[in-house]
């Protein structure tokens, strides 16, 4: 009972995890709308049921990405609607005809009169399985087919794409759900995602994230040999897992586990080269295809590269500019990883080094925010900071299409502001998350995730690891004061006081009020 004009009892978190109604103020606020706050005597749930729970919520969504592709579905007499208008754009249908699927070419070996596949060869590997299946399945297949018989092909292959896309978003959600211990809701940001709504199936970049996912998973669970596999093959089927290896290198040697950066790194090289070789020796052609590609292509779609050269200042030496970018970025990463107070979170650094590399990119295809949201719930689990990222994204994607319709632009035919804008919106948004997960780094207390007692729950070998000796000799330690319940002679850092200070006055790891 509470007396009148007394406060409201604050929430609490469940027993046994993170609830996100009581620690993140966005939840706490939309909460009434379902039931209200948890309570002090919240029992909380089983992992395993929210892993269900989790689960359903993904097939709802993916359920929901089929659906809005059906108007794009093209079969004999039946026109389809405008795949721009209806932004139900993809490139899997169009690619098994454009690339010789359909005539029963292997990738990379037999294209044929087909131009090669410009992807990866994981990729590539993954398009001749779905191939064949769709043939098992009774799909029409060979050079010699009519226009319809091709559609049907297409349209085929398309719905085995659908069942396999759809578990490989299954395994990322799954992995999600248990990469950080004690906070199993989280991975409902990116099961609800909008973004997986818009872009789950415009390209087979759910194969890259879901090995990701799992190296993320896997490192938490001190698996670095494994995670570096994981990550080499997510490198073979799109470059950026690749990046993943830098962070996860730097930290090791701050906290002198340099035997888990090798076995990590080794590990990468030895999966990514398993997958390449052969290919590279069968068909070197086809092999460099992907290289020779992105190495040629200028500024596209989606980079802010293209809208300068949309707005009459192309930049020289696109190729220079844009790698000297991404160096730049990563060499300030690598500072903020050595220099940050306390030792920054394996997922704050996945997040901060994707993002660079698609900043700095020459291209930026809508489904890549799918790259972005499973990094960016590890690195900062806050649904202001989801919503943030997904109208930046959603304002993009359907800017793009419309631009590529040619419904942007103003009438007289001048430029269209109104894409540029949109891409600007976008890249803010992305940066805003970026600039909020360097605050957590510079100042630990902000981070969501961590809390008293509570290093880096997703950090696997790093979690709770000491600095290596000769980094804490080369940088100013925080004073250490004498607290009660330590040996006398010992002392605690005095950010681990402050942090007991803030346990004691109710703020679990993080005032959004006062300084979010």
Request: hydrophobic share 50%; aromatic share 8%; glycine share 12%.
């Amino acid at each position: 009972m509470s007396t009148a004009g007394s406060a409201p009892a604050e929430p609490v978190p469940a027993p046994g995890g993170d609830s996100p109604t009581a620690t993140d103020p966005l939840a706490r606020y939309a909460s009434p709308f379902l039931g209200g706050p948890s309570g002090r005597h919240t029992r909380g749930w089983a992992a395993g049921t929210v892993r269900v729970v989790v689960l359903v919520v993904a097939a709802l969504s993916w359920l929901l990405l089929v659906v809005r592709q059906l108007p794009c579905r093209e079969l004999p007499g039946q026109p389809a609607a405008d795949r721009y208008q209806a932004m139900c754009y993809s490139d899997i249908p169009l690619l098994y005809r454009l690339r010789g699927l359909v005539d029963g070419a292997t990738p990379y070996l037999d294209a044929g009169q087909h131009r090669v596949l410009e992807y990866p060869v994981l990729t590539g590997v993954l398009l001749e399985l779905e191939r064949l299946a769709t043939v098992a399945l009774g799909a029409p297949v060979g050079p010699g087919l009519s226009d319809q018989e091709a559609l049907l092909a297409a349209d085929q292959f398309m719905g085995v794409n659908v069942v396999v896309l759809g578990l490989l978003f299954g395994i990322t959600v799954a992995a999600q759900v248990s990469t950080v211990p004690g906070r199993p809701w989280d991975a409902l940001m990116v099961a609800a995602s909008p973004c997986v709504v818009a872009a789950g199936l415009v390209n087979w970049d759910m194969l890259p994230v879901a090995l990701t996912a799992a190296a993320m998973w896997a490192w938490s669970r001190s698996r670095p040999g494994l995670a570096g596999a994981l990550i080499g093959l997510g490198a073979a089927a799109k470059v950026y897992p690749l990046l993943l290896l830098g962070p996860l290198v730097l930290l090791c040697l701050r906290a002198g586990r340099r035997r888990e950066a090798v076995t990590t790194v080794l590990a990468a090289a030895g999966a990514w080269a398993a997958v390449n070789l052969p290919v590279l020796v069968l068909a070197p052609d086809g092999w460099t295809e992907f290289w020779r590609f992105n190495g040629e292509r200028g500024a596209e779609f989606g980079s802010l590269w293209y809208v300068l050269s949309l707005a009459g200042y192309p930049p020289p030496h696109l190729n220079l500019l844009s790698f000297g970018s991404l160096a730049l970025l990563c060499a300030g990463i690598a500072a903020l990883v050595l220099l940050a107070p306390r030792r920054p979170r394996v997922g704050q650094l996945a997040y901060l080094v994707v993002l660079a590399f698609l900043v700095t990119g020459k291209v930026y295809s809508p489904q890549y925010v799918l790259w972005l949201l499973p990094l960016m719930v590890l690195a900062r689990p806050r649904w202001r900071e989801w919503l943030v990222l997904t109208v930046g994204e959603l304002v993009y994607f359907a800017a793009v299409w419309l631009h590529l319709g040619g419904w942007l632009g103003p009438g007289n035919g001048g430029p269209d502001v109104g894409y540029w804008l949109a891409v600007l919106v976008r890249l803010a948004a992305e940066i805003w998350v970026a600039a909020v997960v360097v605050r957590d780094v510079w100042w630990p207390h902000h981070d969501p995730v961590r809390s008293p007692g509570v290093d880096d729950p997703s950090g696997g070998v790093l979690d709770g690891a000491p600095d290596d000796p000769l980094r804490a000799r080369l940088t100013t330690r925080p004073p250490a004061v004498a607290v009660s319940g330590v040996p006398e002679g010992e002392g605690v850092p005095i950010e681990r006081v402050l942090e007991r200070i803030r346990s004691g006055s109710g703020q679990n790891g993080e005032d959004d009020r006062a300084g979010g």
